[in-house]
């Protein structure tokens, strides 16, 4: 935002990632978000920049301006060469921790301080990624006709799985954070709006440790109308996620899982069995993926196919919730999916049940009460057309993305069992 | 979604917004997202279609093919002729209300059938503008070169302001639901990211039942760095504001409020105070803006500078939080603007405090315990350049556009003391 201070100057702000001396000549690494650019002092500088130069401290906010010059061996090619630079920011000589050196920090110190953690070189990757997966989203979706809604964060009945959720004090009430905003999306099919979808937060109380998962996370998630069955929602979510690993693809540095040029493989669960069975192991398709199946699947599609992401359909209705449409061929499955990405569940989606009465049948199968849902399944009796949606993890894309071992580094300020601070 | 069936047939689907006959005609209103679309149905079209056409209720969702021809008195001067016709969510003939006449029924009503109340003409056109704001938002902003982040919901500290904050069960401790993701856009900054914003929900616990109020609601927030002083961040608010404005008058029937050519006119409170004078109101600049000033105000700049934007300020010191920066030449009043359209307040913001001791000072003065804050203000001892924000109401900026009476007709699913479901 600040502004040349002269004409033909060029002005560079951002944080200082090192300073180094040559000789006579000093040099300041700054840190941008667009990347690193060599500041180069000469010893004719003026006054004031040896001034600054003298308690200029490692991390501090600057902002230079100079002649821009092409230099070799410096990031990009060029230099600054400094006319003026002032301490905008300024930071204590002694840190905590260098950013660059985070990733040898033990994480709980790395969280007390992480806005210096995150200005290391991979967190400063993985924020770049992160937006541009999420603007690329926005222009993918919204070129496609979808509409861009906001769904109700907070639930006035429990969810719809019984699974664990947060209890929010809502005044003299409890009310629970949504684990996703599925029912809501559905009643926005249901109130004529046909192609939507929704950027936002969505939060799990598992007590899990695992460095897959979250307690606060965002999804996106759509939902579209007058489907024909669920291929037309997996073809939806495939160019989701080929314009987000696209629009990261761009950003240098990034060496994204391939998408192939075909479109991404899809087994069924008997196929997942006949593929898994050649390499002597057993998995019944009437139950939910168990860990080694998944593992031999990722590596036939990666040995056989040469390919990153693949879906798997027709999940055991048992296992879905009570929305998941059941298959008329045999109800024994359900129009379901899942979205794979080198063995990591990316995603869930499927068709949902638009009918009134199998949707009242869905839900005494489930073991629920029909009157406990009634706020939701009465909108099913006034027109829902045919429909169907899924969830895509946007931490999980990230870290998929830039290939990070722990989703916390996929997230500004994580929230898990032990972290709500800061 | 669903496919062509025959060559040279189109395919329209949607709701049944309204069934006629003319003679031996029949037409069929259809509402879909791009607006009403007539189905014409002539005596010899198929059996099947008639055997449809039977049973066919308002509200209803159907699929139809035909071929599309010139209709001067249709909507958008076009008909389908139908050649065939499915429906495939059938509504119940007997309906709570008929969507186009909900603006006549009581608002509870209308919220226990959300569904059939968002299929009213006005509602589906909020949808859409809403929508043509996010986006417009979105792409406006990448254009600019802002990164997009998530900050968390969920906040390990009671609220900055101390006023009304929902806790939440986690765990075993009580968390609290933002207000305003303030403090952690600031530590994003904090972290490197020197131009970004976030789409996201924010909450308040007031018992209000205003037409202005929501418990749940979006902002779009904003915090950029490196600025020369918060006239930098009324810059960067109002191109959201046109960019948003923009995209959402290009859909047809909407009448957005008057963005003017030139820059959105700015007032100090001294002349905010000498303005309201002339109309006989006294208002003292150390004092937050009343009703009163308000209202004068507004009747000036739509009178005398025929405007509907328009920014205030120079807010008190002492009525702004401890992060906002005290005006170094007048310490009362604080580098902190509001953003009004036609007399409502749109959005506030300023420039924030960076400097670790001058922010200590602060703190100190709202008689805040700096250990209480030491979770936030240690980042600023390790490099934070100048910057500041603000946060723009989505349902808020959404009223305005469609000039709707009641905000809760600015949220699919509202929010408020007495409403937590649908």
């Known amino acids: 935002m600040i502004q040349e201070h002269q004409p033909q100057a060029t002005t560079s702000a951002g944080w200082v990632h090192d300073i180094r001396k040559t000789g006579s000549v000093q040099f300041i690494i700054l840190r941008t978000m667009e990347g690193l650019r060599q500041l180069t002092i000469t010893d004719d500088c003026s006054k004031e920049v040896k001034a600054h130069l003298q308690g ?20 990009g090619g060029t230099e600054l060469l400094v006319q003026t630079l002032s301490i905008v920011g300024p930071a204590e000589k002694i840190l905590p921790f260098v950013p660059r050196d985070s990733a040898t920090v033990p994480l709980p110190k790395r969280l007390d301080f992480r806005s210096l953690d995150l200005r290391s070189p991979d967190h400063q990757l993985m924020i770049r990624v992160q937006s541009a997966i999420v603007q690329g989203i926005h222009v993918h979706l919204a070129k496609e006709g979808f509409k861009h809604v906001f769904t109700p964060c907070l639930m006035g009945v429990p969810s719809e799985s019984g699974s664990a959720v947060f209890p929010v004090i809502y005044f003299d009430k409890e009310v629970f954070l949504r684990q996703d905003p599925q029912l809501h999306r559905q009643l926005t099919i ?54 987000a690993v ?7 540095g990034v060496i994204p899982p391939s998408l192939g040029k075909d479109p991404f493989p899809i087994f069924t669960l008997d196929e997942v069995r006949d593929i898994v069975a050649k390499k002597g192991h057993v998995y019944d398709p009437l139950e939910d993926l168990d860990k080694e199946t998944e593992r031999v699947l990722w590596e036939y599609v990666r040995d056989t196919l040469h390919r990153d992401f693949y879906m798997v359909t027709g999940f055991a209705s048992r296992i879905k919730p009570f929305y998941v ?24 989606g499927g068709q949902r049940e638009h009918r009134h009465d199998h949707l009242l049948k869905r839900i005494t199968s489930a073991g629920m009460s029909h009157e406990s849902l009634e706020w939701f399944t009465r909108h099913f009796r006034f027109g829902v057309p045919p429909h169907g949606g899924f969830a895509i993890g946007i931490e999980r894309l990230t870290q998929m993305i830039v290939g990070a071992e722990n989703i916390r580094d996929c997230v500004l300020f994580p929230r898990d069992p032990e972290r709500v601070v800061p």
């Open 56 to 75: 200029l401290t490692k991390e501090s906010a600057i902002v230079a301006t100079g002649r821009l010059q092409p230099a070799a061996k410096a990031p």
């Open 190 to 243: 249901a109130s004529g709006v046909d192609k939507i979808y929704e950027m936002g937060p969505a939060w799990r109380a598992e007590q899990s440790h695992t460095t897959k998962h979250l307690c606060e996370h965002r999804v996106c998630a759509v939902e579209v109308a007058f489907i024909k069955d669920e291929y037309d929602v997996m073809r939806v979510e495939e160019g989701i996620i080929r314009a």
């Open 246 to 252: 696209e629009a990261a693809a761009l950003i240098p």
């Open 325 to 348: 449409m059941e298959d008329a061929k045999d109800p024994r499955h359900a129009r379901s999916f899942d979205v794979y990405c080198k063995g990591m569940e990316l995603s869930s």
